[in-house]
């Protein structure tokens, strides 16, 4: 899920709790897809809903701050 994408889901509605959970259960699929072959079986890690929520909170924070310094 890229920046943009977790702005515009946030932007309609959704909390940043519900994105959260998005967020990792997306981005565990693609390591999961990544280590089903035995060459790269060890890369990558998944991450935690901890994890997930302060990667959201840092975009929804770094939009906000960019949004607010335009307006000035």
Do not use: P
């Not at 890229?2 to 259960?25: A, F, H, P, V």
């Amino acid at each position: 899920m890229t920046d943009k994408e977790i702005i515009q889901k946030w932007k309609s509605g959704l909390s940043k709790n519900k994105l959260s959970e998005i967020y990792k259960r997306e981005y565990n699929m693609q390591i999961r897809i990544i280590r089903s072959t035995v060459r790269h079986r060890h890369d990558g890690k998944f991450i935690t809903s901890y994890d997930a929520l302060k990667k959201i909170e840092q975009v929804i924070y770094k939009y906000l701050k960019e949004s607010g310094e335009r307006t000035q």
